[in-house]
């Protein structure tokens, strides 16, 4: 019996390329850069594994959401589980955290994503940590 | 979402909270079509029970018959499961288990565009499944390997056979495994991660 057949694809040519790693371009070895709330560049650009912690106790003016999600994240929790726990699609998810953000109730770990040139001692940290399991 | 000062949210348990020195964390995607083992996947090798974040997807109906009006919008909600593994005190590794329909993938702002790499589950009962997901990864420029599963009642194919059907490249790894072993899991997350260090230092003169 033969299996059924594909054909390959190229990649787009209008796709954007991966986010340019901000002010980190004089160093071509990295193919991963942080890029996020706290890299200035993608202000508010949330990501699913954007570690989130809360940076204070709810203040008495905080809604009971933002309660709810500052007893979450007294330890780093990505926003993907935060979104998980509390029951919040992703959008709305970013949107509650953007606003806590801007309040200093929360601060934001950026990513680590992937870019056109790799960080070859991340993929090898990876790589260790798997090994262990 | 109702949200009331009395509501008690359970959150991780003591023993899943990652420490205050967790810095940044990383993602893979494991993709594939309906019941190919995603979930199971992420199950085998997360740290912390899967979780599952939805997002809400609004459509205008199409192809429906203008007499009964064009505006009509349906809801779909898109479930993902993920899990997560400790690599450092550093740094965490996340696992989403992403449904095959690239309809879905826009959801999730930089789900596949900040992955490290992409994990394509094929079952070869329906390899044309997996025809779409790999051509997409192909056209966003996504790294990913193939892991096919082998259930009971599917094909055999040699991986010479399978490289010619899903016409992948010498150098993408194709492997075979069992999901539901945290062991096989792991080693298709590793061939993944081999499989994109090799790119890195291709890419890295030295
Ligand atoms: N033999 C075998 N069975 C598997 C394997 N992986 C998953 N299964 C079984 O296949 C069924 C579907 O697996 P799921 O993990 O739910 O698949 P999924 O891709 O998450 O499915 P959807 O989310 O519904 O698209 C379950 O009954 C699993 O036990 C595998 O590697 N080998
Ligand atoms: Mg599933």
Redesign the pocket.
Known sequence: MTPPKRQRREPHEHLPPPPAPAGKQKNPERLFVVAGPDGGERDGDLDLVTLIVARADPPPSATPEQSALLRLCTAPLSVAELSAYLNLPFSMMTVVLTDMLTAGLVTARAPIVRQAVADRSILEAVMHGLQKL | MDFKSSDVVPGPRTEDQLPHTAEAAVKIVIV????????????SVSEIKPLTTEETMTQAGIGVDDNYGSDTKTATTV?M?FGRISITEQLVLYLF?T??QERFWFLWNGLFEGALGAVV?ADTRRLEVSFDVIGRLEERGVPFVVAV????DAPRYAVSELRTALDLAEEIPIVE?????RA?SRDVLMTLMHFLHALATAKTPV
């Open positions: 594939g079509g309906f019941g190919v083992g995603k979930t199971t996947m992420v199950g479930a499961d288990g449904p095959g589950l599963n082998t259930f009971p495994c069992d999901v539901r072993r096989s």
